[in-house]
């Protein structure tokens, strides 16, 4: 499968680099193609202005936004890897999403409603925490971090089958306890 990897933080050395080192690794050992969108590293402009607005509804899009959507489309299988920052994604990659998931491309609107235009076969999100599981199990805090994405953005697009992991406290917990985290990723991109 040609597997697109999204991946959004600005630190070489954060623990998300960890993750993304073991997915590109695994999917390799498992014979997949993949393309890795360091956003950060490309400086991907995450703005969706006037201009953009203006270029989707005339169709002529931007040559960055192309290029992104020709990743997407060369791909089968996607795994967005981020750090939870308020609640959500980094600015970066939610801009990434305002910008290259275009009506005509990721999704149309008719009579009936809203059809999703993405028809890959599986995704894959992996975010990381400084918080308590325990707390956002028990204030149900978890599901706003998974749905918008898992359900709001990539369900609405067409793509339905979607795995989430979070994995809490990657700040305070042990070597121990992140090598166990980083085994999981393994487990979770051999099942992909
Ligand atoms: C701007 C910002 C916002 C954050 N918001 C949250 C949050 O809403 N919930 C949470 O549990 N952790 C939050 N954190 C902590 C990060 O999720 C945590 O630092 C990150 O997952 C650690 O991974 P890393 O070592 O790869 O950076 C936030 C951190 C930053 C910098």
Redesign the pocket.
């Known amino acids: 499968m040609n597997v697109l990897i999204i991946y959004a ?1 600005p ?1 070489l050395h ?3 680099r960890a993750i993304l080192e073991v997915v590109e690794a695994t999917l390799h050992e498992r014979g997949h193609t993949t393309q890795v969108h360091d956003l950060y590293q490309m400086q991907f402009r995450c703005i969706l202005d006037d201009e953009d607005l203006l270029r989707n509804w005339r169709g002529v899009l931007s040559d960055d936004v192309q290029r992104e959507q020709e990743a997407v489309r060369w791909a089968q299988g996607l795994v967005l890897i981020y ?5 959500g994604p980094p600015a970066i990659l939610k801009g990434w999403i305002d910008r290259v998931f275009t009506r005509k491309f990721a999704f149309d609107i008719n009579a009936s409603g809203m059809q999703g235009l993405l028809t890959h076969e599986r995704a894959l999100i992996l975010n ?4 308590d599981e325990a707390i956002y199990q028990k204030e149900r805090w978890h599901e706003l971090l998974v749905r918008p994405i898992a359900e709001g953005v990539l369900g609405a697009c067409g793509v339905r089958n979607v795995g989430y992991q979070a994995f809490y406290q ?2 305070s917990v042990s070597r121990t306890e992140r090598q166990a985290m980083l085994d999981k990723v393994r487990t979770l991109a051999a099942g992909f």
């Open positions: 933080h630190n954060s623990f998300n750090p939870i920052w308020w609640f990381t925490l400084g918080g990657v700040l």
